[in-house]
């Protein structure tokens, strides 16, 4: 039984996440900028009202969330917008790299103090974030914030090691949820279960990967 902080658990992966640690028995907390009558439903503990691109909402969360450590924090918070060469929309790339990357980031560090040797990070990112994988373009703005986040959770691996930390880099698939417009190969409970796999696996050999959901190593 662990204590697990899902932030950005309204909806779609996050949401289905929340649903099956809690169905094994975890403890689980809850966080969102606004919450959503499925997360009510179905969560024991709902921590709503943190927007992550704003640094006073998140220095709140740590006292929010009690004196309770944290055994593994999800990071699943994330916007995706449209962005192609024509016409690129600038401030939706600003918007996507302020959620994606720097607001991943900022909680991951707000709540390092809650983080004993032992517990570890999982950010969602995308393999689109890959700069060998890219064959097709466009998407500049969650393309550019996705491989931000990939290269700040390395660097955050990295420094985090010696104190007993792990973090793990995480492709979810492609899944049918309100971001992809209901496309996709797997459901979100299809995916979380991989998901979920991933970071139970996760050990300080292998902080810092980025993985495919299903366990497949993916290029930078």
Known sequence: MANVVVVGANRGIGLELVRQFQQRGDHVASVCRKSTPALVEISSRVIEGIDITSVDSVATLPARLGDDKIDLLVVAAGILERNGLDGIDFEGVERQLDVNAIGALRVATTLLSKLPKGSKIAFLTSRMGSIADNGSGGYYGYRMSK??????????????????????ILHPGFVRTDMTGGAGDLSAAESAALLIQRMDALTLATTGDFVHANGQALPW
């Open 147 to 168: 491989a931000a986040l990939n290269a700040g959770a390395r660097s955050l691996s990295i420094d985090l090691r010696p104190r007993g930390v792990s973090v793990t």
